[in-house]
């Protein structure tokens, strides 16, 4: 098959535009394209300072790379959270970052070492709590939340980033569908704004599948850790996303559609965030902002009592 845009072979087709690009013109289609998605939800600001979260993975690495091209001043922040695997997951993430880093001197790489900075790895603390099988992901969730705000507001960076892909955000829309978490809804958008103490969040490629995340890595030469982390076998997430590929193969654009028009609906007032109405305070312990009383709930990991 040729390239839609010259006569050269495509390499990757995208049923759901009806499109098939060479390498040239796909890795030109996938940088412009996540150009447009940052100007559509009005993401970025060329003049602001950002900083990226990295894990390692496709997603991340190939945003930091894409931003890079598109002009913008991005750093980047990996958090260790000494998940092994039997493999080194952590470790080897670390390596990749690291890889991808040289090829670009302009950058810097802040790095939080959760075992050294707090005394505890994330298996040990999951442990520690005797949590079940979805645990380790909340808490995951919770200390990347934290390390980032923390991060962003130590270094003076104006946005922070995240790779979430299309795939990320409709599987995750899907379930709190099913399961109408309404306040969870409302949250879910391409840009978190600034609050008080929390600097403004972002995720560019919402609007672009994984495979279209990954074609660009394959093609670009980015080297990232195919491992998963071993938490996420036998989560729901993995399942919703099943669920949807098999939509996705009967009908294409499903996943994008879906997406899509929930942030048009959400844009018409379909649903409200009571949340951004929720005063916060600054933590007791970090300062942090918190709708919890007292300590954040950050904080409050490191003060439950070991069993
Ligand atoms: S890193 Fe963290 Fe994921 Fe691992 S512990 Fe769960 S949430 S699965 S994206
Ligand atoms: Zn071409
Ligand atoms: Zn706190």
């Known amino acids: 098959m040729k390239c839609n845009k010259c006569a050269q072979r495509a390499v990757f087709t995208m049923r759901h535009y009806k499109l098939s690009l060479c390498e040239t013109h796909y890795m030109e289609w996938f940088v412009s394209h996540t150009g447009q998605t940052i100007q559509k939800y009005h993401l970025l600001r060329p003049d602001e300072r950002v ?158 599948y994984e495979r279209e995340v990954a074609a660009y890595a394959l093609i670009r030469g980015i080297d990232y850790i195919y491992e998963e982390c071993p938490y996420v076998e036998g989560s729901r997430t993995l399942m919703y996303k099943g669920m949807l590929d098999q939509l996705e193969e009967e009908a294409a654009g499903t996943k994008l559609q879906f997406y899509v028009t929930f942030l048009h609906a959400k844009k018409d007032g379909f649903f409200r965030d009571e949340e951004a109405l929720v005063e916060l305070h600054p933590c007791d312990t970090c300062g942090q902002p918190t709708i919890a009383p007292g300590s954040c709930a950050f904080c409050r990991i490191w003060k439950e009592p070991e069993r």
């Open 51 to 208: 900083l990226i979260a990295v894990s390692g993975g496709k997603d991340s690495l190939s945003l930091w790379d894409v931003l890079i091209r598109l002009g913008y001043a991005v750093d980047g922040l990996y958090i260790d959270l000494g998940i092994d695997g039997g493999f080194g997951y952590s470790a080897l993430s670390h390596q990749k970052i690291d890889a991808f880093m040289a090829g670009h001197p302009e950058t810097r790489l802040h790095v939080v070492d959760l075992a050294a900075e707090y005394g505890a790895t994330l298996p040990q603390i999951a442990g520690r709590k005797r949590r079940g099988r979805e645990k380790p992901c909340a808490l995951c969730g919770l200390i990347k939340r934290h390390e980032m705000n923390r991060i962003a507001q130590a270094f003076g960076y104006d946005v922070l980033v995240t790779g979430h892909n299309l795939d990320d955000e409709a599987a995750v829309l899907f379930s709190n569908v099913l399961h109408w978490h309404t306040g969870y809804i409302a949250r879910q958008a391409p840009v978190l704004e600034e609050r008080t103490g929390l600097a403004r969040k972002v995720k560019p490629l919402c609007r672009a």
